[in-house]
């Protein structure tokens, strides 16, 4: 096996262990056993707990990022677009492994004491942000709706996994077309 494949194999078994039991709860013993690694070679591909923290981050950025626009671009109509986002959330928000944002988890973890942690999931959210604006402006809309669509994507993660239920995703949608319809009109 070469080395990223083990790489990869000890970021996504990270990722799965700080979804399920959170970041600081879970140690680099725990992590090799499950990854299949000596502690040794844990320990050559990432110096430091820190270092896989960081690659974890940049793998739920992607996979975020792939994810959502693999649901909003086969859509052509870019009022719908926007209402796409909330889909994908609806099918994000059913998966079994669904424990919210990982990047609100983690800042809400680690924000205070890890200012890496911190300005990552900061620009994650810029990242979202300049997609929702660049779905919007293709829409016609200003960019006050782009910000408020994205609050509403962000509080309807927040919500679905403190509430244990997807509904959030689908009350999100329906707010977000009001929005939409109040900026852009009805569209009939």
């Known amino acids: 096996m070469d080395t990223s494949e083990v790489r990869s194999r000890i970021v996504a078994t990270a990722d799965g262990l700080y979804n399920a ?4 709860s879970v140690g680099m ?3 090799r056993t ?3 690694v000596s502690l040794k070679k844990l320990y050559q591909e990432f110096p430091s707990k820190s270092s896989i923290v960081m690659a974890v981050l940049e793998r739920r950025h992607e996979t975020w990022s792939k994810g959502l626009d693999s649901a909003v671009r086969p859509v052509q109509d870019p009022r719908d677009r926007l209402l796409a986002i909330f889909d994908y959330l ?3 928000f059913c998966q079994d492994n669904f424990r919210g944002c990982g990047f609100i988890n ?3 973890e680690l924000g ?5 942690v911190a300005e990552y999931a900061r620009k994650h959210k810029e990242s979202f942000q300049a997609y929702v604006a660049s779905l919007a402006n293709d829409a016609g809309a200003p960019p006050q ?3 408020q669509l994205a609050i509403l994507a962000e509080g309807a993660q927040t919500t679905a996994a403190i ?3 997807p509904e959030a995703a689908g009350q999100a949608r329906e707010a977000a077309k009001v929005l939409i319809d109040a900026t852009l009109g009805t569209g009939l």
């Open 112 to 116: 205070a004491v890890s200012p890496e």
């Open 29 to 31: 013993d725990e992590l």
């Open 145 to 147: 709706l782009a910000a």
């Open 106 to 108: 983690s800042f809400a």
């Open 163 to 165: 509430a244990g239920t």
């Open 21 to 24: 039991k959170g970041i600081q």
């Open 90 to 92: 609806s099918q994000w």
């Open 34 to 36: 499950a990854a299949g």
